[in-house]
């Protein structure tokens, strides 16, 4: 089975400060890991996501995430948060055969 | 450029009441999937679909059923529903398996009381 945990409910951070949203997973085998965010009442979106290569996996609007296979860990970063980041996070794995199991889900809350 | 609509957007409906819940897609892609959104759950698998004519239960598919008989279109009904259904659905589809990115419809919000 595959699962996904997302510890923190929620984030507050403050703009223009650097923001970090966890993820940890339990796969067998090779994982593929997914972030999408979820602004209201709006379907979710792809930021961005690891299959293979290099750890550090670049995304949209400024989202970075970084792959640790010893930790089983896949955390969403940004240098710099914006107001408009906020909006509820979702990490997602799979591997070869498989769907995509999401975690709980993170609230991003940027204030000015 | 449509992606993945849903339709309706919003439903009430009675206990025992069944009801369908549309999805298409316009981007050809093979699979498609079908989840609920419940808080602090993330989204959980209901059913998918690899192509027209194939379908396989999530995680979660008591109460639903689907069909593909194209590779626009996976509806998923409810049979006889139950407050335990209320909950936002959302309708995904990928080009192929579990390395690409799905793109989620905007959603159902759908009441049982």
């Known amino acids: 089975a595959q699962s996904v945990a997302q510890p923190e409910d929620q984030v507050n951070v403050a703009e223009g400060n650097p923001l970090t949203v966890k993820c940890t997973y339990s796969v067998s085998g090779n994982p593929y890991l997914f972030w999408y965010v979820q602004y209201p009442n709006r379907g979710l979106q792809f930021l961005l996501k690891y299959i293979t290569g290099d750890n550090l996996v670049k995304g949209s609007y400024g989202f970075e995430a970084e792959f640790n296979k010893s930790q089983t860990s896949f955390h969403l970063k940004k240098p710099s948060a914006l107001v408009s980041d906020s909006a509820l996070y979702f990490c997602a794995v799979s591997k070869a055969g498989n769907m995509l199991t999401f975690g709980g889900g993170t609230r991003l809350m940027v204030k000015p | 450029n449509a992606g993945v609509t849903q339709t309706p957007k919003f439903q009430v409906l009675k206990t025992g009441q069944s009801m369908t819940l549309q999805c298409a897609q316009d981007?050809?892609?093979?699979?498609m999937s079908w989840y609920r959104q419940d808080p602090g759950m993330g989204l959980r698998l209901i059913h998918y679909s690899v192509g027209a004519g194939i379908t396989d239960q999530g995680e979660v598919p008591n109460g639903y059923n689907v069909s593909r008989s194209t590779t626009e279109d996976f509806p998923l009904r409810l049979l006889s529903a139950a407050p335990s259904q209320t909950s936002v659905y959302f309708c995904?589809?990928?080009?192929?398996?579990?390395?690409?990115?799905?793109?989620f419809g905007q959603g159902t919000r759908l009441t049982v009381v």
């Open positions: 981007m050809n892609h093979e699979y």
């Open positions: 995904a589809s990928s080009y192929s398996g579990a390395n690409t990115e799905a793109f």
